[in-house]
Nanobody, 118 residues
Framework: QLVESGGRLVQAGGSLRLSCAAS????????LYWFRQPPGKERECVAA????????DYADFVKGRFTISRDNAKNTVYLQMNSLKPDDTAVYYC?????????????WGQGTQVTVSS
């Protein structure tokens, strides 16, 4: 099970830190992802990190603003979001993928709403 937290209403230019805690299994060998789904749009991958943190990828639209990290001891992945824009408004989901790094999660969280006001 993956449970996201940290989403809320924030003003443009502000920062948020999302967390995704895993339970029921150890995700230390899983690739972990943050996706988002803006209103009326498809879900898109925002950031990805492989099992040991040696490979990290970002969507172009968040590079330089968002940072993904993981703490395998806590079974948790984080998304630090800075310089937020209204276009970042979306439901943010974390995902976990076993054994590979194809950005196609096997497990999903329930999502956390991030709303950025202008």
């Amino acid at each position: 099970q993956l449970v996201e937290s940290g989403g809320r209403l924030v003003q443009a230019g502000g920062s948020l830190r999302l967390s995704c805690a895993a339970s029921g299994r150890t995700f230390s060998r899983y690739a972990l992802y943050w996706f988002r789904q803006p209103p009326g749009k498809e879900r898109e991958c925002v950031a990805a990190i492989n099992w040991d943190g040696s490979t990290i990828d970002y969507a172009d639209f968040v590079k330089g603003r968002f940072t993904i990290s993981r703490d395998n001891a806590k079974n948790t992945v984080y998304l630090q979001m800075n310089s937020l824009k209204p276009d970042d408004t979306a439901v943010y989901y974390c995902g976990a993928e076993a054994g590979t790094y194809t950005k196609r999660p096997d497990y999903w969280g329930q999502g956390t709403q991030v709303t950025v006001s202008s």
